[in-house]
C-alpha cells in the first residue's frame, strides 16, 4: 500500500503562538510563585525533584536581600539586582508585588530585556567569536 493511499493530508490553520514577552511573564511568575511555596515550607522541590533554589541571601553583616531571577540569572534593574528586605516575613509580600508589577506591565522592557539575554546563538556558551569551535576538527580556522 502506498503511503499517500494510506495518509491524507489535510488543510489546518494552526493557532498563532503565545507573544515571547508573554510567555516570559508567565514563566518568571511561575518562578515566583515557586519561591513564595518556598518561603512559606522551605525544601520544596521542582518540578524536576530537585531543592528549590532561594533567591534570597544575607551578606556578611547579616542583611536579607531577594533576587529575581529569570531562569538561573538575576536580572538587572536599573539600581542594581539584588533587593534589601526588612525580615524573612517581608519576603511573599515583596514576591507578591514583583507579581502585580509584572501582571500590569510595569516590567516588560525589563523582561523583555532578561528573555534575550543568553539566548540561542548568542553569548560565549555558543562560542561568542567568529570562525567555528577551535580544537574541532584538528586545525583552527585563523
Known amino acids: ?64 536581600y531577594t533576587h529575581i531571577r529569570f531562569g538561573t540569572r538575576p536580572i538587572e534593574f536599573s539600581t542594581g539586582k539584588a533587593f534589601p528586605i526588612a525580615s524573612p516575613e517581608d519576603l511573599i509580600p515583596f514576591y507578591k508585588e514583583v507579581i502585580q508589577a509584572i501582571e500590569s506591565g510595569e516590567l516588560d522592557d525589563i523582561v523583555d530585556r532578561a528573555r534575550t539575554i543568553g539566548a540561542r546563538g548568542h553569548g560565549r556558551r555558543h562560542g561568542g567569536h567568529r570562525g567555528g569551535h577551535k580544537g574541532r576538527g584538528g586545525r583552527s580556522r585563523e
Not at 514577552?21 to 515550607?41: D, G, S, T, V
Request: proline share 5%; charged share 35%; no cysteine.
Open 1 to 64: 500500500m502506498a503511503f499517500l493511499e494510506k495518509y491524507k493530508a489535510v488543510e489546518v490553520e494552526r493557532a498563532p503562538g503565545q507573544d515571547a514577552l508573554e510567555r516570559a511573564k508567565r514563566k518568571m511568575i511561575a518562578a515566583i510563585k515557586q519561591q513564595i511555596e518556598n518561603a512559606k515550607n522551605p525544601g520544596q522541590l521542582n518540578g524536576r525533584g530537585k531543592p528549590i533554589r532561594d533567591w534570597s541571601f544575607r551578606d556578611d553583616a547579616g542583611n536579607l
